[in-house]
């Protein structure tokens, strides 16, 4: 025999000597985490097909939709309301277009008119110069009113338009006279007394 010892004794005391618990410990953790784990796999597992079914039904829905969509398109439909749009479009910007030409066109318009009323106001209600004249000229009893106005005779008339009445305004002594005009007195009386009264 090769050995003192028997094989017995000596695969006994080498038993002995082993100190297997914390080897057992380490493989009951490692167990744990390996069946943890499996657990948190199986979990997510659960979950992707939950999910995976949940977008299968709404893919079925949407190409159950596309289906519909596409079988009740019209293709000619389509293409009339496209011209129908394209020629409510165009008239849309004709109306516009001849709006704003029309706009640019009363703006001068306007202008002019601006202008004018500018060129009335500054030449006062008789008009201007040349045409006061003008006025003058052609129209003798207009002038002998403005002389009766200057010397403070204002010269109303009726309506058949016949002056039939005259106030004299007195500036120096304040006194404002209304004269009658009656055709039975000569023009020599009223213009003596038109003086008196001035």
Do not use: C
């Amino acid at each position: 025999m090769l050995l003192d010892e028997s094989p017995a004794t000596l695969i006994h005391h080498t038993i002995g000597n082993f100190n297997i618990h914390p080897d057992k410990v380490a493989i009951g953790r490692i167990n744990d985490s390996l069946s943890t784990l499996q657990k948190a796999r199986d979990l997510r597992i659960r979950e992707s097909e939950n999910a995976l079914k949940k977008l299968s039904r709404n893919l079925q829905t949407l190409a159950t939709q596309h289906e519909e969509t596409v079988s009740s398109y019209n293709n000619t439909d389509h293409a009339s309301q496209i011209v129908e749009l394209d020629t409510r479009k165009f008239r849309v910007a004709k109306a516009a277009s001849d709006l704003e030409i029309e706009g640019e066109r009363l703006e001068q318009e306007l202008d002019s008119l601006k202008g004018r009323l500018q060129q009335l106001d500054l030449q006062g209600v008789e008009g201007d110069d040349t045409m006061r004249a003008k006025g003058e000229m052609e129209d003798p009893i207009l002038l002998k009113l403005k002389v009766y106005r200057s010397l403070g005779i204002d010269a109303d008339h009726d309506v058949s338009g016949a002056y039939n009445k005259a106030t004299i305004r007195n500036a120096h002594e304040g006194n404002v006279h209304v004269v009658n005009i009656d055709t039975k007195f000569s023009r020599f009386f009223y213009a003596n007394y038109f003086w008196q009264t001035l």
